[in-house]
């Protein structure tokens, strides 16, 4: 599988953004796809992750109630809406899959791919 992430961009705080993950070659309904996020000098950090299959989304607390995680199987695409954005938003986020059990959604060394990441820069 190859993932490929777009959508990022410059946003006023209060605003709001839409990236994409799109998957190409194969893929198993056994999956998570996950975003994570890093901001410079920090450790990259779990943002939400969903079954490919489908099911609940789990989201991290910092950003629970303002992005939604989606995705689209006909396409073959995650996306994940960020609203209500805040300067500590800003990263580059990546998506990534991997076979990840349920308790260690959050551990990035658990997914096996990544995409290239897009930045997302929030200004105050």
């Known amino acids: 599988v190859q993932l490929q992430a777009s959508g990022g961009g410059l946003v006023q705080a209060g605003g709001s953004l839409r990236v994409s993950c799109a998957a190409s070659?194969?893929?198993?309904?056994?999956?998570?796809i996950g975003w994570f996020r890093q901001a410079p000098g920090k450790e990259r950090e779990f943002v939400a992750a969903?079954?490919?299959?489908?099911?609940?989304?789990y989201y991290a607390d910092s950003v629970e109630g303002r992005f939604t995680m989606s995705r689209d199987n006909s396409k073959r695409t995650v996306y994940l809406q960020m609203n209500s954005l805040e300067p500590e938003d800003t990263a580059v986020y990546y998506c990534?899959?991997?076979?990840?059990?349920?308790?260690?959604?959050?551990?990035?060394?658990?997914?096996?791919?990544w995409g290239q990441g897009t930045q997302v820069t929030v200004s105050s």
């Open positions: 990534a899959v991997g076979n990840v059990i349920l308790s260690s959604l959050h551990y990035a060394d658990q997914y096996h791919t």
């Open positions: 969903i079954r490919w299959s489908g099911g609940r989304v």
């Open positions: 070659g194969r893929t198993f309904s056994t999956y998570t």
